[in-house]
C-alpha cells in the first residue's frame, strides 16, 4: 500500500520551477506595463525623430531653393547638402566630435523607454499586493501551493529585474532603429552611414552600459519597491496617498524640529537620502546623486567615446561603495519582510 501511495503522489514542484512560473503569471498579467508600455515609449521617440529629421530636410531644401545651392567652405553644392563633401572637409577632431555626438544621440534614444521604466515599476509595486485584495483574487492565489513569501519575492523579482531587463531591451532596439533612421537621412544626402554613424556611434559600448546598470539599478531601487509593496500589503485604501504622504510628512517633521541636527546633518539630507529614496529609487539614473565625486567628473571631462563609457560604468559602480547603497538595500529587504507577513494574515475583504 505505501508503495501504491507513493507511486501516486504527485512529484513535489522544484523551487525554481515554481519561481519561474509565478514570474510568468507576473508578466502576463502586467505585459501592459512591462512590455508594451517600453515599445510605446520608444516607439513614439523613434516618430519624433523622423518627424524632425523631415521637417529638418524640408526646411534644408526651402534654403537651398532660396540661395541657389548651399555654401561648403567657398564651394556651392547645388544639388542641397552632400554629406560625403562636407565629411571630406573634416578634421579628425571633427571626427572625434561627431562620434561623441552620435553616441550621445544614440543614447539618448534609450531614454524614454528607461523613464517609462520607472513609472511602470512605481504603479506595479504600488498595486500589486493592494489590487489582489480589492478584487478578492487573493482568495484564489491563497488556495494555491504557495506561499506568501514566494509570491510577494516573484513580485520583487518582477519589478527589479524582469522590468529593467525588458525595458533595456527594447532600449537597444531604439538605438538600432534611430541609427537606422539617421542611415536613411545619410544615404539620402549620399554619405556612408557605416563610417559616419554605426562605427563611431560605439552602439555595442552604449547597450553594454545600459546591461551593466541592471544589478545596479535592481539594489538602489531595492527600498523603494519594499516600502511600495508595504505600502500596498497594509493599506486599507489610497496606497497612493499613504505612499507618498507618509514620506513627505515624515521630512517635514524632521525639517520643522530640526531633528537631523542630533547627528551634524541638515535637514535637507533627510529629503535627499530618504524621501527622495523611497519615491524615486525606482527611476533609472537616479543612484548617481549617490556616486563617486571625483568618478562623475571623469564622465564629464573624458574626451573619447571609449573612455567614456568605462567613465559611466566606473562612476555607476562607485554607487556600490556608498553606505546608503547597503543601508537602503538592508531597509528595502526588512520592508519586503513586512510585507510578506502582511499579505499573510491582512483581511482580504
Not at 302 to 325: D, F, I, Q
Request: hydrophobic share 55%; glycine share 8%.
Amino acid at each position: 500500500m505505501n508503495a501504491i501511495a507513493a507511486s501516486t503522489a504527485k512529484p513535489v514542484p522544484h523551487p525554481v520551477h515554481k519561481l519561474k512560473l509565478l514570474l510568468q503569471r507576473e508578466f502576463w498579467e502586467h505585459k501592459g506595463g512591462f512590455f508594451w508600455a517600453p515599445i510605446w515609449a520608444g516607439g513614439i521617440s523613434l516618430l519624433l525623430t523622423l518627424m524632425g529629421l523631415i521637417m529638418a530636410e524640408v526646411g534644408l531644401r526651402k534654403v537651398a531653393s532660396e540661395r541657389g545651392g548651399l555654401k561648403i567652405d567657398g564651394e556651392v553644392v547645388i544639388n542641397g547638402l552632400d554629406i560625403s563633401t562636407l565629411s571630406s572637409h573634416m578634421s579628425s577632431g571633427d571626427m572625434q566630435k561627431l562620434a561623441d555626438g552620435v553616441t550621445t544621440a544614440t543614447a539618448s534614444a534609450m531614454l524614454w523607454p528607461m523613464l517609462v521604466l520607472g513609472f511602470v515599476v512605481f504603479f506595479y509595486c504600488l498595486g500589486s499586493l493592494y489590487d489582489e485584495r480589492k478584487d478578492r483574487s487573493v482568495l484564489f492565489w491563497k488556495s494555491l501551493p504557495v506561499s506568501d513569501r514566494d509570491t510577494v519575492l516573484s513580485k520583487v523579482g518582477s519589478a527589479l529585474l524582469v522590468a529593467p531587463v525588458l525595458a533595456v531591451a527594447v532600449g537597444i532596439a531604439c538605438m538600432v532603429g534611430f541609427l537606422l533612421i539617421l542611415s536613411l537621412f545619410v544615404l539620402i544626402h549620399h554619405g556612408n552611414p557605416f563610417t559616419l554613424l554605426w562605427a563611431p556611434g560605439s552602439l555595442l559600448s552604449s547597450a553594454g552600459v545600459f546591461l551593466a546598470a541592471i544589478p545596479v539599478y535592481a539594489l538602489w531601487a531595492l527600498p523603494s519597491a519594499g516600502w511600495l509593496l508595504l505600502c500596498s500589503a497594509w493599506s486599507k485604501s489610497k496606497p497612493f496617498l499613504w505612499a507618498i504622504l507618509l514620506p513627505v510628512f515624515a521630512g517635514v517633521f524632521v525639517s520643522w524640529f530640526d531633528l537631523m541636527s542630533a547627528f551634524d546633518l541638515g535637514s535637507s539630507w533627510f529629503w535627499k537620502h530618504v524621501v527622495a529614496h523611497l519615491l524615486g529609487g525606482v527611476f533609472p539614473g537616479t543612484w548617481f546623486a549617490a556616486a563617486d565625486a571625483s568618478s562623475l567628473r571623469d564622465v564629464v571631462t573624458s574626451s573619447t567615446t571609449g573612455v567614456n563609457h568605462m567613465a559611466v560604468v566606473k562612476s555607476m559602480y562607485t554607487v556600490l561603495a556608498s553606505p546608503e547603497t547597503w543601508i537602503g538595500a538592508v531597509a528595502g529587504i526588512g520592508m519586503i519582510a513586512a510585507a510578506i507577513r502582511l499579505r499573510r494574515w491582512r483581511d482580504e475583504g
